[in-house]
C-alpha cells in the first residue's frame, strides 16, 4: 500500500471517528426530554387554532407560520420546471436555430 | 396502452379521482390533507389519463398555454396574497395580524388568507406534475 493511501485511510477513519462520537451524544429518540420538545411544539398545539382560525394544523405550520417556506418552496418547483423545459423541450423554430 | 378494459375504467374512476383531489386541495385548512397532497392527486388523475389514452389527447385536455399560465401565475398569486398584509399595514403574508376575519372555526370560509393561498398552491403543483410528465413523453415520442 502507497504512503499516500495509508494517509487517505487515516483520515477517513478520523473523520468516521468524530461523526460517530457525535451520533453517540445525540439525545435518545422519542423522549420528554428532549431539546426538541420545547416551546415552539407547544405553542403550535396550544394557539394555533386561535392564531390561524384553521382546524389543520399542519395547514396552520404550512400555509401561516412557516409562510415564507412554502412561498420559496413553491418558487423551487417553478425552478425545477424551468428546468427540466429547458433541458428536454425541443422546439423546432424556422431559421435552422435551436 | 390502447386497452379497451382500461379506458373504460379510467373513463369511469378518473373523474372521482379528480374531484377527491379539489376536495383535498379545497379542504386542506378544516381536513386532513392540504395543497400539496390534493395538486399531486389531482396531477396523477391527468397523468393517468395522458397515459391511457396517448398523448395528443391528453395535451387536448391540459393544453400548454394553460399550463404555462398557471405555471407562472400561481406562483404570482402567493406573493399577490403576501401583497395583501402589506396594503393592510401589516407585515408580508400576514393573516390574523393584517385584520382579516378568520371566520368561524372548521367551516370551509375559515382561516382569512389560507384558503386562498393553499388553492393557488394547488393548482401549481397539479400544473407542475403535468408538465414534467408531459414534457418527459415528448421527448420520448
Redo the contacts between chains.
Keep these: 500500500m502507497k504512503l499516500g493511501t495509508l494517509a487517505m485511510l487515516l483520515i477517513f477513519l478520523l473523520a468516521a471517528y468524530v461523526v460517530l462520537v457525535a451520533v453517540a451524544e445525540l439525545p435518545p429518540y422519542g423522549m420528554v426530554g428532549n431539546p426538541s420538545h420545547n416551546q415552539v411544539s407547544q405553542r403550535y398545539i396550544e394557539n394555533a387554532?386561535e392564531?390561524?382560525?384553521?382546524?389543520?394544523m399542519?395547514?396552520?405550520i404550512?400555509?401561516?407560520y412557516r409562510?415564507?417556506d412554502?412561498?420559496f418552496e413553491?418558487?423551487v418547483?417553478?425552478t425545477?420546471?424551468l428546468a427540466?423545459?429547458i433541458t428536454?423541450?425541443?422546439t423546432e423554430r424556422e431559421g435552422g436555430g435551436k | 396502452m390502447r386497452d379497451f378494459i382500461l379506458k373504460r375504467v379510467a373513463a369511469l374512476l378518473l373523474p372521482f379521482i379528480q374531484m377527491y383531489g379539489l376536495y383535498v386541495i379545497l379542504h386542506g385548512h378544516v381536513s386532513p390533507g392540504g395543497s400539496f397532497a390534493g395538486g399531486i392527486v389531482v396531477g396523477l388523475a391527468f397523468i393517468a389519463f395522458t397515459t391511457i389514452y396517448g398523448l395528443e389527447r391528453g395535451r387536448a385536455k391540459v393544453p400548454e398555454k394553460v399550463t404555462t399560465l398557471v405555471e407562472s401565475y400561481g406562483t404570482l398569486w402567493y406573493g399577490i396574497m403576501g401583497m395583501v398584509g402589506i396594503f393592510k399595514g401589516a407585515p408580508f403574508l400576514a393573516n390574523k395580524i393584517a385584520g382579516i376575519d378568520l371566520g368561524e372555526l372548521g367551516a370551509l370560509s375559515s382561516g382569512g388568507l389560507i384558503g386562498l393561498i393553499g388553492l393557488g398552491v394547488g393548482i401549481r403543483v397539479a400544473s407542475t406534475m403535468i408538465t414534467l410528465f408531459s414534457t418527459m413523453m415528448e421527448e420520448e415520442s
Excluded: H, Q
Design positions: 387554532w392564531e390561524t382560525g384553521v382546524l389543520n399542519i395547514t396552520a404550512v400555509l401561516d409562510a415564507y412554502t412561498m413553491t418558487i418547483l417553478f425545477a420546471v427540466v423545459i428536454l423541450k425541443t
